[in-house]
């Protein structure tokens, strides 16, 4: 039997309860998930990848199939990498599914043994988004509602800057 590694990436800035429920219906299809945090530098992020990868490893620390790496670079090149043959990616509406049809075409092109799954997300995270909850944090309003306990109860305490 083939072992099924496959990669989840993003900004994760910060993860969402949407992230969380991805990763954890991925878990019932591949024998190791990383999750990849990637590093854009087109987008200014809030949190620091370091303080993010802390926090998904806090959330995920009794899942022995979860990993959490950070790169940059081409996310097809990251899998490739690390032999990963599977991409996760979660849809939230139709804009999504266009904008990873195509990401999903060109990674394809670039490395023709990786295939990208699709999830839907639940009803209940589909107007969620990072961005969203960015706007929230930066605003200090309450996030309990979009985001792990583990990061809802440090946030507060966070001195936020920008960082490219």
């Given at each position: 039997?083939?072992?099924?590694k496959?990669?989840f ?6 993860m969402?309860?949407?992230?969380v429920d991805?990763?954890l219906?991925a ?13 854009n530098?087109?987008k200014?992020?809030l949190?620091?990848a370091?303080q993010?990868k802390k926090w998904?490893?806090q959330?995920f ?6 990993k959490v790496e ?6 097809a090149?990251?899998c490739?990498?690390i032999e ?17 049809k195509t990401?999903?075409?060109m990674n ?7 295939t990208t799954?699709?999830?839907?997300c639940?009803?209940e995270?589909?107007?969620l ?5 960015r ?9 309990r509602?979009?985001v ?6 440090e946030i507060p305490?966070?001195n ?5």
């Open positions: 039997m083939k072992f099924k496959a990669v990436p993003g900004s994760f800035d910060p969402t309860l949407g992230h991805v990763v219906r878990l019932d299809l591949f024998d190791e998930v990383i999750i990849a945090i990637g590093l530098s087109v200014k992020s949190f620091s370091e993010r998904i490893e959330i620390e009794q899942e022995p199939k979860i950070i790169y940059s670079g081409l996310t090149l990251f490739k990498e990963a043959h599977y991409l996760i990616r979660g849809l939230r509406n139709t804009q999504d599914f266009e904008y990873e990401i999903a075409q394809q092109q670039i490395d023709e043994q990786l799954i699709l999830l839907m639940r009803p995270f589909s107007q988004s990072s961005t969203v909850v706007e929230l944090v930066m605003a200090k309003h309450d996030v509602k979009f792990p306990e583990v990061i809802a109860k305490n966070i936020i800057i920008l960082k490219p």
